[in-house]
């Protein structure tokens, strides 16, 4: 996970991102950790088309941006990953990197309401709205099956660009499938659990969180990387 700041002063935007590595990849842990650091390099470089195309609510530019901003750094990472292969005996894979990746950014300017979300494979944004929780992907239902086996570097098609207009006292989730899964898939005791913990007018303290984002789902013991950002007025 990262959570940083890029672009100038008077572009300048919060960047959450999480990546979750492919259970059956060899250096899946590798390429999470490395693809999240990267991509906000990339996405830095592209901060002021991105925060310009966001105001002008332009989803299509997004689109191409983010989809610049990851493809370029996959292929920095790959060609790092093989110089790196050259000195071990087994050849380098593309699928032995394989790792979903999602970021949210929000733009510091309080009067602005608009947030992007840029996403490969599964897991990703979820909103707290009137105690219920909500896709922030109004597109995830299609071709399902696919997304689920899209994964940086090498096995997607896009990027996935989303922009999402919030209003205070929302909560927005950025996660991988261990904790997504179970909101998506309707655990509705898992959910309403959520819900009422980060639901509550004041933020829970970082030892309650870490404690709240333990909650157990049916079914469900996958690993978890959450990030959630409390939404309040300008």
């Not at 990339?42 to 901060?47: F, G, K, N, Q, S």
């Not at 997607?156 to 207009?165: D, G, P, W």
Request: overall charge negative.
């Amino acid at each position: 996970m990262v959570v940083t700041h890029i672009g100038p002063p008077d572009a300048e935007m919060l960047l959450l991102a999480v990546a979750d590595g492919v259970g059956s990849a060899r250096y899946s842990h590798v390429g999470s950790n490395d693809i999240s650091q990267v991509a906000a390099v990339h996405l830095d470089r592209e901060a002021e088309s991105i925060y310009a195309a966001l105001c002008a609510q332009d989803v299509s530019e997004l689109r191409v941006l983010a989809t610049k901003a990851v493809a370029g750094a996959a292929a920095e990472l790959r060609s790092a990953w093989a110089r790196s292969a050259q000195h071990t005996p087994r050849p380098y894979a593309d699928e032995d990197y394989a790792t979903t990746l999602h970021v949210l950014l929000i733009p510091t300017d309080p009067h602005i309401r608009d947030r992007v979300l840029c996403s490969v494979g599964d897991g990703g944004l979820f909103v707290l709205r009137d105690s219920h929780w909500e896709n922030g992907d109004p597109d995830d239902g299609e071709g399902l099956l696919d997304t689920r086996t899209e994964a940086l570097p090498h096995a997607y098609r896009s990027v996935k660009a989303t922009l999402l207009r919030t209003v205070p006292g929302e909560v927005l989730l950025l996660g991988t499938d261990g904790i997504t899964n179970p909101l998506t898939q309707k655990d509705p005791e898992f959910a309403r659990r959520l819900a009422d913990a980060w639901g509550r007018p004041e933020v829970p303290s970082l030892s309650d969180f870490l404690w709240q984002a333990q909650t157990r789902a049916k079914s469900y013991d996958d690993d978890r990387t959450v990030i959630c950002v409390w939404e309040e007025g300008a």
